[in-house]
């Protein structure tokens, strides 16, 4: 008898449970059209300015988040702040002079320095490695360093290979920069076999335009201070491998590899500002089990301005930023109800995505709730949109859903049947795919949460085309009904991950992509 009754009691429990997950769904509701647009209307407005990190469109972006969760009642997620400052440090170039054999050359006649790598000095070189291309392709049989010592040495090397320049292509930066032919991928090769500078030939000279003496920004500080960097003519290199003719860099292709003894001094300066960009938190406490967490995320940064021309990011990634705020003022207003969840809701909101991820891996080195305890990351990044390249019926009643298959096997089973019960979209696998050349399931915020372990599903549309990174990416070009029906999956998703009773399972590995 007590068996029976006990049995009795945990399906009761059960029944509580699923009851509970369907009450906090029904405040799926407050997930309108209206809400979306009006939160859009502003992160997506002149005034943020296309919200580029450390900018003060990015800082006013950043407040009215902030404000917004303080008036749905979230509570701040960094102790009493909503915010996670980072640093951003960006350099500028005070002095710059390069000089061969007594010969002075001029800045963007005959060379310019890369701001970003170039440490602060005065180097002078007797002479000169001359490596060809540079290229280490152990694929394809290519050493352009066999029998060479560059160790504490200048290195010569021509830009692109023998079959002209790599192009950014599929895979965007990660697959470039793991191009054997690609700049980045020469720099680490002549760093790690010790070479104190590289200068690279590019034919890209006198420049059209001015080079800009601030470089780009970054989050870590140069770990090779001594390093010197700089793209050269082919007019300095003649003169650095001891020709007085004039050559072209095809003249240079046919030089012999190998030490030429020129007289090379070069001065660079700089000086280094501090800047800060910050990640938005809020969150709703957790009812029975307030400390395991579910994360949802988006990024609120895009390209900022160039000249008078701004990158308005509506669809990346003010959609998926004001996604996360309407779920956020759905589990609020529960919360105050009292159906609030039985998890602890993070909503974390970063900036630096564009730049490379930066505010996601911040928080994910410093984490202010226990990855170990984070059930998931939910990550909505461009969801306002219709992909322009897909031409099947379905094309307005889909979203493409990602990370389903990696990390947990109970993803795609929660998602899948929230998806029936909320907008029962079509959910396309097709960037899961190994073999994905655009390679997204590397590319936004959650991708720093899958590599600590944490399950995560990252939500779509795949506009790759089109106004992607464009000045022309704005509001009026958001279909916000099909962009409700996505959050609104997104919210059932939360509302059931948030009130199970176990954590998801982590039962699948983590593939690192090639570098």
Same mark, same amino acid.
């Given at each position: 008898?007590?068996?029976?009754?006990?049995?009795?009691?945990?399906?009761?429990?059960?029944?509580?449970?699923?009851?509970?997950?369907?009450?906090?769904?029904?405040?799926?509701?407050?997930?309108?059209?209206?809400?979306?647009?009006?939160?859009?209307?502003?992160?997506?407005?002149?005034?943020?300015?296309?919200?580029?990190?450390?900018?003060?469109?990015?800082?006013?972006?950043?407040?009215?988040?902030?404000?917004? &969760?303080?008036?749905?009642?979230?509570?701040?997620?960094?102790?009493?702040?909503?915010?996670?400052?980072?640093?951003?440090?960006?350099?500028?170039?005070?002095?710059?002079?390069?000089?061969?054999?007594?010969?002075? &050359?001029?800045?963007?006649?005959?060379?310019?320095?890369?701001?970003?790598?170039?440490?602060?000095?005065?180097?002078?070189?007797?002479?000169?490695? &001359?490596?060809?291309?540079?290229?280490?392709?152990?694929?394809?049989?290519?050493?352009?360093?066999?029998?060479?010592?560059?160790?504490?040495?200048?290195?010569?090397?021509?830009?692109?290979?023998?079959?002209?320049?790599?192009?950014?292509?599929?895979?965007?930066?990660?697959?470039?920069?793991?191009?054997?032919?690609?700049?980045?991928?020469?720099?680490?090769?002549?760093?790690?076999?010790?070479?104190?500078?590289?200068?690279?030939?590019?034919?890209?000279?006198?420049?059209?335009?001015?080079?800009?003496?601030?470089?780009?920004?970054?989050?870590?500080?140069?770990?090779?201070?001594?390093?010197?960097?700089?793209?050269?003519?082919?007019?300095?290199?003649?003169?650095?491998?001891?020709?007085?003719?004039?050559?072209?860099?095809?003249?240079?292709?046919?030089?012999?590899?190998?030490?030429?003894?020129?007289?090379?001094?070069?001065?660079?300066?700089?000086?280094?500002?501090?800047?800060?960009?910050?990640?938005?938190?809020?969150?709703?406490?957790?009812?029975?089990?307030?400390?395991?967490?579910?994360?949802?995320?988006?990024?609120?940064?895009?390209?900022?301005?160039?000249?008078?021309?701004?990158?308005?990011?509506?669809?990346?990634?003010?959609?998926?930023?004001?996604?996360?705020?309407?779920?956020?003022?759905? &589990?609020?207003?529960?919360?105050?109800?009292?159906?609030?969840?039985?998890?602890?809701?993070?909503?974390?909101?970063?900036?630096?995505?564009?730049?490379?991820?930066?505010?996601?891996?911040?928080?994910?080195?410093?984490?202010?709730?226990?990855?170990?305890?984070?059930?998931?990351?939910?990550?909505?990044?461009?969801?306002?949109?219709?992909?322009?390249?897909?031409?099947?019926?379905?094309?307005?009643?889909?979203?493409?859903?990602?990370?389903?298959?990696?990390?947990?096997?109970?993803?795609?089973?929660?998602?899948?049947?929230?998806?029936?019960?909320?907008?029962?979209?079509?959910?396309?696998?097709?960037?899961?795919?190994?073999?994905?050349?655009?390679?997204?399931?590397?590319?936004?915020?959650?991708?720093?949460?899958?590599?600590?372990?944490?399950?995560?599903?990252?939500?779509?549309?795949?506009?790759?085309?089109?106004?992607?990174?464009?000045?022309?990416?704005?509001?009026?070009?958001?279909?916000?009904?099909?962009?409700?029906?996505?959050?609104?999956?997104?919210?059932?998703?939360?509302?059931?991950?948030?009130?199970?009773?176990?954590?998801?399972?982590?039962?699948?590995?983590?593939?690192?992509?090639?570098?």
């Amino acid at each position: 008898m007590k068996k029976m009754i006990w049995i009795f009691l945990l399906f009761v429990s059960n029944l509580v449970i699923a009851q509970t997950a369907g009450d906090l769904a029904k405040f799926g509701t407050l997930i309108t059209q209206q809400g979306l647009k009006e939160k859009l209307s502003i992160i997506a407005s002149a005034e943020m300015e296309g919200r580029e990190t450390a900018s003060p469109g990015q800082k006013r972006a950043a407040a009215y988040i902030e404000g917004q &969760f303080k008036k749905m009642g979230l509570k701040p997620g960094n102790g009493d702040s909503y915010q996670q400052v980072y640093p951003v440090y960006i350099d500028a170039i005070t002095e710059k002079k390069l000089s061969v054999n007594g010969r002075s &050359f001029e800045w963007d006649k005959d060379y310019n320095f890369n701001l970003q790598i170039i440490g602060k000095g005065d180097w002078n070189f007797a002479s000169a490695v &001359f490596a060809g291309y540079g290229i280490v392709d152990s694929a394809k049989g290519i050493n352009d360093y066999a029998n060479l010592d560059v160790k504490g040495k200048l290195v010569v090397i021509l830009d692109g290979s023998a079959t002209g320049m790599p192009t950014m292509g599929a895979g965007g930066n990660r697959a470039m920069n793991a191009n054997p032919a690609s700049t980045n991928y020469k720099m680490r090769v002549a760093i790690a076999k010790g070479a104190a500078a590289l200068f690279i030939v590019s034919a890209d000279f006198p420049r059209k335009y001015p080079t800009p003496v601030k470089g780009n920004m970054y989050v870590r500080p140069n770990t090779n201070p001594g390093f010197a960097m700089a793209t050269i003519s082919a007019e300095v290199a003649a003169a650095m491998l001891g020709s007085t003719a004039k050559l072209s860099i095809a003249d240079l292709a046919g030089i012999n590899k190998g030490v030429y003894t020129a007289a090379t001094n070069v001065i660079a300066n700089k000086v280094t500002e501090n800047l800060e960009s910050s990640n938005v938190i809020g969150i709703i406490p957790g009812t029975d089990k307030k400390d395991e967490y579910l994360f949802l995320t988006g990024h609120y940064d895009h390209l900022g301005k160039r000249g008078d021309v701004i990158y308005y990011g509506a669809d990346d990634d003010g959609s998926g930023t004001v996604s996360v705020m309407q779920m956020a003022e759905a &589990f609020a207003t529960a919360a105050k109800k009292g159906k609030g969840p039985r998890r602890t809701i993070v909503c974390l909101i970063v900036s630096g995505e564009e730049k490379g991820l930066w505010g996601s891996d911040y928080y994910s080195e410093h984490p202010i709730f226990p990855m170990e305890k984070t059930t998931a990351d939910l990550n909505t990044d461009m969801v306002g949109r219709v992909d322009t390249e897909r031409l099947t019926a379905d094309s307005l009643n889909y979203i493409y859903v990602i990370g389903h298959d990696k990390l947990s096997t109970d993803l795609p089973i929660i998602n899948e049947a929230a998806n029936k019960l909320s907008s029962n979209l079509v959910l396309d696998y097709k960037y899961d795919d190994p073999a994905d050349k655009n390679m997204i399931y590397y590319r936004s915020d959650h991708y720093n949460f899958a590599k600590k372990g944490v399950p995560v599903l990252f939500y779509y549309d795949g506009m790759l085309q089109a106004d992607y990174h464009k000045p022309t990416d704005t509001i009026e070009k958001i279909n916000f009904d099909l962009m409700q029906r996505r959050v609104l999956m997104v919210y059932y998703t939360a509302c059931e991950i948030a009130n199970r009773e176990d954590m998801l399972k982590r039962d699948l590995k983590l593939n690192m992509p090639a570098r």
